[in-house]
């Protein structure tokens, strides 16, 4: 079964208990219908589509909505106003004595139909996200290298700047768990992997590649520059011991190996010469970085 992190969890559970508040208010608006008492103000408010449960909890996390598709989370807002627009205006004209309106009642149904296939749509895209996230360091997996390496290939080419696969390998991390166990271990794979996404720039996507290896995805206008990015990674870490259960300081290296996309690389190929170029770096010393080919 797959292991999700505890704060998806918590979201997802948010995002139902959000949902079936909605449904909570429907069953108000039923109880206006029939017995013609008002549903109260998260209803009748013109501005009731903000007021309500769900209303408040998807503002509060929009951002991460936005990050999974801009254009579904703007129709979730539309359609969400649309529905209570059209309640508003049913229970209004229950509660004024008058027959209701089939538009009305339509347009709540439409609203509503679309409200939570696209709440659905969006836990489904929820739990894939985090079914490709390393639960220990909430790093994106190996898996959904491909694409990304497929994607950012392009947008490189069309920027004219060159694309280096840059594989980083902490240095004797087998010496930290036979010393410390591996609940320690563990502690400095996080500590590492959250000095590593400070490191890296917003164009740099980094992952958890397996064990103690990272892999950074870094596009780069000239080998220099190449070698400075390297270099900001590697220093970055020199300079952030892990801290350990004795109150104590671990200092931490790794060693990078980079090398350059050539036209007809595929992506197994191109890992295979960073690998190798990481191992050059092992077998120099440790604490430093080396690109292929140079």
């Known amino acids: 079964m797959t292991e999700f992190a505890p704060e998806i969890d918590q979201f997802v559970a948010e995002l139902d208990a959000a949902v079936e508040a909605h449904m909570d208010w429907t069953r108000r608006v039923l ?7 008002t549903p109260g103000d998260d209803v009748m408010a013109p501005e009731a589509h903000t007021l309500c449960r769900f209303g408040g909890w998807f503002r509060s996390h929009r951002k991460h909505f936005e990050a999974l598709d801009p254009l579904s989370t ?3 807002e539309i ?7 059209a309640i508003r205006g049913i229970c209004a004209t229950v509660l004024a ?19 939570l296939a696209l709440l659905a749509r969006f836990k489904t895209l929820i739990l894939t996200h985090a ?7 909430g790093l994106p997996l190996r898996h959904g290298i491909e694409h990304d390496f497929s994607q950012i290939r392009k947008e490189a080419a069309r920027n004219g700047l060159r694309l280096y696969v840059v594989m980083i390998d902490i240095d004797r991390f087998k010496r930290v768990n036979d010393t410390w166990g591996h609940p320690v271990g563990d502690t400095v794979l996080r500590h590492l992997a959250d000095t590593l996404r400070r490191s890296v720039r917003g164009n740099e996507p980094l ?3 397996g064990g103690e290896e990272f892999l950074v995805l870094a596009q780069c206008r000239t080998v220099e520059a ?14 952030a011991p892990a801290p350990l259960p004795d ?3 671990l200092p931490l290296t790794v060693t990078a190996g980079l090398a350059e996309v050539r036209e007809d690389d595929t992506l197994t190929a191109v890992v295979e010469r960073a690998d190798a170029a990481l191992y050059q770096g092992k077998q120099a010393g440790r604490d430093r970085w080396v690109i292929a080919g140079h």
Not at 79 to 85: A, F, G, I, K, Y
Not at 131 to 136: E, I, K, Q, T, Y
Not at 226 to 239: K, Y
């Open 31 to 37: 109880r206006c219908t029939v017995l013609r008492v």
């Open 74 to 76: 703007q129709r979730i």
């Open 79 to 85: 359609v969400h106003l649309s529905m209570h627009e």
């Open 97 to 115: 004595d008058q027959p209701g309106r089939l538009t009305d009642l339509q347009a709540f149904e439409l609203a509503q139909d679309e409200l």
């Open 131 to 137: 079914a490709r996230r390393d639960v220990l360091t």
């Open 207 to 209: 992952y958890r590649f």
């Open 226 to 239: 190449a070698a400075q990015t390297a270099e900001r990674i590697v220093s970055a870490v020199r300079a």
């Open 247 to 249: 109150g104590g300081m």
